[in-house]
C-alpha cells in the first residue's frame, strides 16, 4: 500500500527525534532515567524501521524472520540479566562491552553485504564506490572499535596487565604496521568490493589491540567515552552500507556526543586526546617523572568514633565519592549517615569529580541508585569556591581527584589537573583501606597534611561504626 511510506518516514523521524531528546536528557542527572527510556523507545522504533524496506512494506522471508526473532529475545533476555545483575564497579566494564558489541554489529553488516552483494539500489560506479568505502570504513572503525573495547573489558577487570613492551616505541612501530596494512586492504575493498576485506579485519582488529593495550588506567575513563565514539561512526558507515538514513543520524549523534564527552574528560584531567591514545600508561610514566614520590611523613589517623564527634559539631559537611566507595557497595550506609546529619540540621552535598571512579557518571549513577537527591550534587566547579567554609570533608576512596599535587608541585605528572580542592576545608577526613596509591601510582600530598585524618577500613564498615557512633551521641534526635 501507497499510504505505508510515510509512515515509515514519520517512523524514523519519530526515532531520530526520541534519540535526540534521549541524549540531551542524559546530559542531566534528574532527567537521565526516563531519557534513558526515551533512547530505548527510539531504539525499538529504530529496529522496526530498518525491517521495513522504501515501499514501506516488510518483504522478508519466514526463514529470516526466525534468525531475527531468536535474536531477538536471546540479546533482550542476556540484557535483562545483565541489568539485574551487574553491580554498579562493573559498570565500566559493561559499557565497554556494549561499545564492543556496537562496533562489531557494524562489522557484520558491513561483512554481510560485502559477502553477498545485492543487485539491487545499484546506479552506476559512483553509487558502487560510496558502497565500497562506506564498507571499508565501517569494517575498520568496527574492529577497532570491537577489539579495543574487547582488551579495555578485560583491563578494567584485572585479566590483563600493561605488557612492558607497550611502554617502548615498538608499539608505534606495531600500529604504523597494522594501520597500513589496514589502508591496503581497504584499496583492494574499495576497487572490487570483496577483496581484501580478511587483510582489513584483521588489521584493524590488531590496531584496537595495539592502541588500547598501553592505557594506564587512570586514562581508561576517556578510552570508554573515545570508543563510544567509534561505536556510533561505525554505526553511521553502516547506514551507508544498507542505505539507512536513519541509521546514519543515529550513528553520527552518537558519534558526536561521544567525541565531546571524550574532549570534556580529557579537560578534566588535564590530558590531550593524543598523549591518552599515544603517551601510554599515566602510572608507568610517573615512575620516571621527577615528582610525584617520596614517603608519607605525617599520617595521623582516627577512628570512626573520634570522626563522629567532629561531624556532630559540623554545620557543613561535604562528601566526596570515588571508586572505593563503589567497590566497597557503601553507598546506602552513607545515605543512612548523611540522613542522621541532615535532620540535625547539619547542610550535607556531594563533590562530583568529573573522572572520579572508572567511566563519565560513575558517582552520579551510584548516588543516584541510594537516593541521594540530585540537588545534593555539586560539579567541582560549583563546590571548589565553597570548600573555604567548609567545617568537614568526608573523602570516600577518592585519590587523585583530590591530590593538592595538581596545584602545588610543577613536576609532577597530575599538575595541571583540575581538582578537588579539599585542603581549604577546615576538616577533612579520608576513609580507605590502606595508603595505596590512585590508578596514577602518585603519593598523595593530602594525606600528610595538618587538616587531614585518615580513617583506615573499608568504606562500608567505616560508615556502618560511622552511623552507630553519630546515633549513640544522639546526633539528629535532639529537641
Known amino acids: 500500500m501507497t499510504f505505508i511510506g510515510p509512515i515509515k518516514f514519520a517512523i524514523d523521524l519519530l526515532a531520530v527525534l526520541l534519540l535526540a531528546l534521549g541524549i540531551k536528557g542524559l546530559s542531566k542527572v534528574r532527567s537521565a532515567r526516563e531519557a534513558n527510556r526515551l533512547a530505548a523507545i527510539a531504539m525499538l522504533l529504530a529496529a522496526f524501521g530498518v525491517l521495513m524496506n522504501s515501499q514501506g512494506t516488510i518483504g ?37 562491552l556494549f561499545n564492543g ?97 580478511s587483510l582489513i579485519v584483521v588489521a584493524s582488529s590488531l590496531l584496537g ?60 584531567m588535564n590530558r590531550s586526546l593524543v598523549s591518552v591514545l599515544f603517551g601510554g600508561a599515566l602510572g608507568a610514566s610517573s615512575v620516571t617523572s621527577g615528582g610525584g614520590g617520596g614517603e608519607y611523613t605525617n599520617i595521623t589517623s582516627c577512628s570512626p568514633e573520634e570522626c563522629a564527634l567532629t561531624l556532630e559539631a559540623a554545620e557543613r559537611v561535604v562528601i566526596v565519592p570515588g571508586y572505593g566507595l563503589a567497590v566497597a557497595q557503601a553507598q546506602h550506609t552513607l545515605r543512612e549517615v548523611t540522613r542522621v546529619l541532615e535532620s540535625a540540621d547539619i547542610e550535607v552535598t556531594y563533590a562530583i569529580h568529573p573522572v572520579a571512579g572508572r567511566m563519565p557518571g560513575h558517582m552520579n549513577v551510584l548516588l ?11 560539579e567541582m566547579d560549583v563546590i ?15 585519590n587523585d581527584v583530590v591530590n593538592p599535587q595538581a596545584k602545588n608541585d610543577q613536576t609532577s605528572p597530575l599538575y595541571g589537573m583540575p581538582v578537588l580542592d579539599v585542603q581549604e576545608a577546615r576538616t577533612v577526613f579520608v576513609v580507605k583501606r590502606g595508603m595505596s596509591a590512585g590508578y596514577s601510582g602518585i603519593k598523595n ?30 546526633v539528629g534526635s535532639k529537641g
Request: net charge negative; glycine share 12%.
Open 101 to 197: 558489541c556496537g562496533g562489531m554489529s557494524s562489522l557484520l553488516v558491513a561483512l554481510g553485504v560485502a559477502l553477498f552483494p545485492s543487485s539491487e539500489g545499484s546506479d552506476g560506479v559512483a553509487s558502487e564506490l560510496v558502497r565500497n568505502f562506506s564498507i571499508v570504513v565501517s569494517l575498520f572503525v568496527g574492529a577497532i572499535t570491537f577489539s579495543g573495547s574487547i582488551v579495555a573489558m578485560a583491563k578494567l577487570q584485572g585479566w590483563l596487565s600493561t605488557p612492558s613492551w607497550t611502554q617502548s616505541k615498538a608499539r608505534h612501530f606495531f600500529n604504523i604496521l597494522c594501520a597500513a596494512i589496514a589502508l591496503i586492504g581497504g584499496i583492494y575493498l574499495s576497487i572490487d568490493g570483496q577483496n581484501g576485506l
Open 368 to 378: 543516584a541508585e541510594a537516593d541521594v537527591p540530585y540537588e545534593q550534587l555539586k
Open 445 to 474: 600530598d593530602l594525606f600528610d597534611l595538618q587538616n587531614t585524618s585518615m580513617v583506615f577500613g573499608d568504606a562500608k564498615k567505616v560508615l556502618g561504626d560511622l552511623l552507630l557512633e553519630l546515633k549513640e551521641l544522639g
Open 384 to 398: 571548589n569556591p565553597e570548600f573555604p567554609a567548609t567545617d568537614v570533608v568526608l573523602v570516600l576512596g577518592a
Open 60 to 96: 522478508i522471508s519466514i526463514n529470516s524472520w526466525v534468525w531475527i526473532i531468536s535474536g531477538t529475545l536471546i540479546g533482550g533476555l542476556l540484557g535483562a540479566i545483565t541489568a539485574k545483575k551487574v553491580p554498579m564497579t562493573a559498570m565500566p566494564e559493561i559499557v565497554a
Open 209 to 268: 589491540i595495539g592502541v588500547t593495550l598501553p592505557i594506564g588506567g587512570a586514562d581508561m575513563p576517556v578510552v570508554i567515552s573515545l570508543l563510544n565514539s567509534y561505536s556510533g561512526v561505525a554505526a553511521a558507515a553502516a547506514g551507508f552500507v544498507v542505505g539507512s538514513q536513519l541509521l546514519i543520524v543515529a550513528g553520527a549523534m552518537v558519534g558526536a556526543a561521544g567525541l565531546i564527552l571524550t574532549q570534556v574528560m580529557c579537560d578534566g
